[in-house]
């Protein structure tokens, strides 16, 4: 075999690992519908939607973290958005540091953000922690038949 040979094999072998790597944790993943997200017996993260949560909108969030400051102190937050129908994921939040908790609060117990979930259907809201997974949620966000964005 020449050398290009050999590198697209092990490139093959590579990307067929991570793959089967993800599918097998999307197996691992609950997808019953919960707005908290619980470890070990304790309440991590309490989410909060705009009542009237559709696709298609964005709309604002409340996140309650129960952890002290200091483990999200110094660390890039972001919150990713998983389709259980799709498999689609999306970034809804990017990535960014925590340096200092809201104005008035000293944890990060009223975190905002406006999120817009582009069709209907269950959606995993997967908090990341410079990125690895920390705590999610799963909503079902109104529009669930449709699998195309609402807006077009």
Known sequence: MTRFSWMLFILLCFIGS???????DQGNINWDIRDSYEENGETLLQVYPDPGLVAGESLGYLFHFTAPFETFEGKELAIYL?????????????????????SSYSSLERYTAFIEVPYGG?????????????????LDVYGRNSLIPINE
């Open 122 to 138: 269950i959606w995993r809201y997967e908090v990341r922690l410079d990125d690895k997974s920390y705590a999610d949620i799963v």
């Open 82 to 102: 998983h389709n259980k129908e799709t498999g689609e994921s999306i970034i809804a939040v990017a990535p960014k540091e925590i340096s200092e908790p809201p």
């Open 18 to 24: 991570a793959c089967s790597n993800q599918a097998a």
